[in-house]
């Protein structure tokens, strides 16, 4: 390996250390209406949002309100005696996963496709920065 490759690789496995977040993979409902949520949940501080998603009625609220806790615990983990109280949610990426394609009766003996997407989100917590 050349000394930038080098370089590069050591770079992305120093910032890969100070990842805290969690990811949720293949949730099957459509991209476009977990970005409902992760647009009003995004750069709020986590106590906030776990109260938000409790109460909100979209049904990709619940697994989404288990990411942030689950991306909270994995904060504890790393930094240990840390205030909980100042952590935000940093990023949240909502991205297409795989669609299932799916077959439904037309008229006239057609068939209609039916997409039935399915999403990846990825969230990463941190705390306020103080200037």
Not at 29 to 46: E, N, Y
Not at 87 to 92: A, G, P, R
Not at 108 to 130: A, D, F, M, P, W
Request: charged content about 30%; glycine content about 6%; cysteine-free.
């Amino acid at each position: 390996m050349g000394s930038r490759k080098k370089i590069a690789a050591d770079a992305r496995k120093e910032e890969r250390k100070s990842y805290t977040g969690a990811t949720l993979r293949n949730y099957p409902t459509s991209p476009r209406k977990m970005r409902l949520l992760a647009d009003l949940i995004r750069g709020q501080k986590v106590e906030k949002v776990l109260a938000e998603l409790e109460h909100n009625p979209k049904h990709p609220a619940v697994p989404l309100r288990k990411l942030v806790l689950s991306a909270i615990t994995n904060w504890k983990q790393k930094n240990e005696g840390g205030d909980e109280s100042q952590l935000v949610i940093k990023t949240i990426m909502v991205d297409g996963a795989r669609t299932l394609k799916r077959m439904r009766p037309a008229p006239q003996g057609r068939g209609y496709r039916v997409r039935k997407r399915s999403n990846h989100v990825t969230l990463t917590v941190g705390t306020i920065e103080t200037k």
